[in-house]
């Protein structure tokens, strides 16, 4: 149903560990988002790409570096993640970004051990 | 953005309707009122959303007060599968960065 795909969708990393999260949108959107979802806290707003130039970046620790190397595709790249990381990460994107709607990925849910 | 209150959980009755409330008494006059819901282990969907008068999509219907205060997202028929936490959002027209709270726990029963 989704016009937003994420993968992977679970992944377990150690602290150590580099990883990167895909999330690559069907719907000929123009604005992208990274957003973080831990236990019992709402969802934070990380990154958002806006015709694939960062607009906003909400005091992200620089161990997540995102990438936006066209307007379908965005990625997280993660560095020495720390246990507290562990979480939902979630890609959205919406036609432009003053756009009303927003369409999320199923996210991806990650263990840093 | 103007900060929303909710309640923590409600549960109703399939069939029944399920009328949620949302408290945004410092809402200014650009500010939209926003709802998006998340079912267990999806991301979240948009629903509806409004800026004075009612709205109804094939989702819901939103009732906005004529203060603009508060706002009631109503499910007209509720099934099993519109269990999910729903979110009440305020923001301006022209910024899409949507900054959830905890939003309300729905439970649709038998």
């Known amino acids: 149903e989704t016009g937003v795909t994420q993968t992977p969708r679970h992944l377990v990393m150690g602290m150590t560990n580099k990883k990167s999260l895909k999330c690559e949108q069907h719907l000929g959107h123009n604005a992208m988002y990274w957003y973080k979802q831990s236990a019992k806290k709402p969802l934070e707003l990380m990154f958002v790409?806006?015709?694939?130039?960062?607009?906003e970046n909400n005091s992200v620790p620089s161990r997540f570096s995102p990438e936006c190397p066209n307007s379908s595709h965005l990625f997280l790249h993660l560095h020495t993640l720390q246990p507290e990381d562990s979480a939902l990460y979630l890609c959205a994107s919406s036609p432009w970004r003053s756009s009303y709607e927003q369409y999320f990925g199923p996210g991806t849910r990650l263990t840093v051990t | 953005d103007a900060k929303t209150t909710q309640p923590t959980s409600m549960d109703c009755a399939e069939g029944r309707a399920a009328n949620l409330p949302c408290n945004h008494s410092?809402?200014?006059?650009?500010?939209?009122v926003y709802w998006y819901r998340q079912i267990h282990s999806q991301g979240p969907q948009y629903i509806i959303h409004?800026?004075?008068n009612n709205e109804t999509n094939e989702m819901a219907s939103l009732i906005i007060t004529e203060d603009r205060k508060s706002s009631t997202l109503i499910l007209p028929h509720a099934t099993l599968r519109d269990t999910a936490v729903y979110y009440c959002i305020v923001r301006v027209a022209d910024h899409n960065d949507m900054r959830f709270g905890a939003g309300t726990r729905l439970t649709v029963k038998p």
């Open positions: 410092t809402i200014s006059g650009n500010e939209y």
């Open positions: 790409y806006s015709l694939e130039e960062r607009v």
């Open positions: 409004g800026l004075k």
